[in-house]
């Protein structure tokens, strides 16, 4: 028996998963940071440290599932453009190929519920999973292209993603900057 809906739920499961994840290491930050400027004492006045644990966790893994779902988005987004310019199927045999590639993004998800005690081995594990995805993708999806194709994929959702990284990077540091300039002590 083959469903080709089989494995429709990954990408949901794998969102949680690496929400939870972060929110874990998220919390842990959140509460020595909130130790370390003094709130944190007068939180404990109106929450026990389970509850505020509970509140920091629903916060962050909703804050963490609305970015990875938007990452998702845009990924599958920039991913559907780039075979829109370089796949010559017409079929549209290539959405299908690489679904299979989910379980490399649930095993990933998995493991960083075991790494994340470490910013350094959750994000190294999140970009290696990216990275097999992306690998794996490609492999698949080449079957239906050609050389130039295949070359042209990887080269635009490369260039995408740079660009686009590289964006959200300049405005961060510029609302950060004006951030400091309107600082009355700067």
């Known amino acids: 028996m083959k469903n080709p809906y089989l494995y429709g739920y990954l990408p949901f499961i794998t969102i949680i998963l690496f929400s939870f994840s972060f929110s874990m290491l998220a919390i842990s930050e959140s509460l020595q940071l909130l130790h370390a400027i ?3 004492n007068g939180m404990r006045e109106f929450l026990s440290d389970l509850e505020l644990r509970f509140v920091l966790l629903i916060v962050f893994v909703l804050l963490f599932f609305m970015i990875f779902s938007a990452l998702k988005l845009i990924g599958e987004t920039i991913h559907e453009l780039g075979m829109l310019f370089f796949s010559k199927d ?6 299908h190929a690489a679904r ?4 490399i993004f649930f095993f990933g998800a998995f ?17 290696f999973t990216i990275f097999c995805y992306f690998i794996y993708n490609v492999y698949k999806k080449s079957q239906y292209m050609s050389i130039a194709g295949v070359i042209g994929l990887i080269l635009f959702e490369v260039l995408t993603w740079f660009l686009l990284l590289s ?8 609302l950060y900057n ?9």
């Open 167 to 174: 964006l959200v990077v300049y405005a961060v540091i510029k």
């Open 111 to 127: 493991a960083s519920v075991i790494g994340s005690q470490s910013l350094l081995i959750l994000v190294g594990i999140f970009v």
């Open 90 to 95: 017409k079929e549209g045999q290539t959405i």
């Open 100 to 103: 299979g590639g989910y379980v």
């Open 178 to 186: 004006g951030i400091l300039a309107s600082l009355p002590f700067a």
């Open 38 to 40: 003094g709130v944190y």
